[in-house]
């Protein structure tokens, strides 16, 4: 298994998992795709097992944390992250790789991949989702950035990356966007807009892990 993804990172196309319980699985598997990656959709440990990275969608990262008990991917993930795959996470997905989570359920699940506390559903409710530019270290020009129902990053641990924060209004300074090692992750939903350029940069992450 080892010696088939080292040559698949060697051709340039890496397999890159979608973890499929729950969430905006179809536009995290285009995007991907378009970025030279072969996407496949993970809920069984032997699909895990075959990736050589994974994107956590978003959704309902309650929800998605009791599917991985129910689907037994939950402490499997957690080794493979812990073994440096690469992953990233977007909105509920960043909810789910965060060390400490504030207001969620006391029963929720979460799978440390960055050292940093994450306040679920931090900018309000549906009806307070909005779009905004945001300057995006290691890209050129401003991202289009989606928050819906999104999260975002109370404290980043010493060897957390800021990548990206609102940059202005009532949540100026709030950290949107943040990297551990070969881990991405964000508030918002780069899948969605057509810039593809968060993905290129997990993509280019993958190929050099």
Same mark, same amino acid.
Not at 105 to 117: E, P, V, Y
Not at 171 to 193: C, D, K, M, W, Y
């Given at each position: 298994?080892?010696?088939?993804?080292?040559?698949?990172r060697?051709?340039?196309?890496?397999?890159?998992g979608?973890?499929?319980?729950?969430?905006?699985?179809?536009?995290?598997?285009a995007?991907?795709?378009?970025?030279?990656?072969?996407?496949?959709? %993970?809920?069984?440990?032997?699909?895990?097992?075959?990736?050589?990275?994974?994107?956590?969608?978003?959704?309902?990262s309650?929800?998605?944390?009791?599917?991985l008990?129910?689907?037994?991917?939950?402490?499997?993930?957690?080794?493979?992250?812990?073994?440096?795959?690469?992953?990233?996470g977007?909105?509920?997905?960043?909810?789910l790789?965060?060390?400490? %989570?504030?207001?969620?359920?006391?029963?929720?699940?979460?799978?440390?991949g960055?050292?940093?506390?994450?306040?679920?559903?931090?900018?309000g409710?549906?009806?307070?989702?909005?779009?905004?530019?945001?300057?995006?270290?290691?890209?050129d020009?401003?991202?289009?950035?989606?928050?819906?129902?999104a999260p975002?990053?109370?404290r980043?641990?010493?060897?957390?990356?800021?990548?990206?924060?609102?940059?202005?209004?009532?949540?100026?300074?709030?950290?949107?966007?943040?990297?551990?090692?070969?881990?991405?992750a964000t508030?918002?939903?780069?899948e969605?807009?057509?810039?593809l350029?968060?993905?290129?940069?997990?993509?280019?992450? %993958?190929?050099?892990?």
């Amino acid at each position: 298994m080892i010696a088939e993804q080292q040559a698949r990172r060697a051709s340039g196309t890496p397999r890159i998992g979608v973890l499929a319980l729950q969430g905006d699985v179809r536009e995290h598997f285009a995007a991907l795709e378009h970025c030279g990656a072969e996407p496949i959709s %993970v809920r069984r440990l032997t699909e895990l097992e075959s990736v050589d990275a994974l994107v956590l969608p978003g959704g309902e990262s309650t929800a998605i944390s009791k599917l991985l008990e129910t689907f037994e991917l939950l402490e499997p993930l957690r080794a493979r992250l812990r073994a440096g795959m690469p992953a990233f996470g977007s909105c509920a997905g960043m909810i789910l790789l965060a060390s400490e %989570v504030l207001d969620t359920r006391a029963d929720a699940k979460h799978l440390s991949g960055i050292d940093m506390t994450v306040r679920r559903n931090a900018f309000g409710r549906q009806v307070d989702s909005f779009e905004t530019d945001l300057d995006f270290t290691g890209l050129d020009g401003p991202v289009r950035a989606v928050f819906i129902r999104a999260p975002w990053v109370e404290r980043a641990g010493a060897g957390v990356e800021v990548l990206a924060t609102v940059p202005s209004g009532p949540f100026a300074g709030r950290i949107v966007a943040a990297r551990q090692g070969n881990v991405l992750a964000t508030s918002f939903h780069p899948e969605v807009t057509g810039d593809l350029r968060v993905h290129e940069l997990f993509v280019s992450m %993958v190929r050099a892990a």
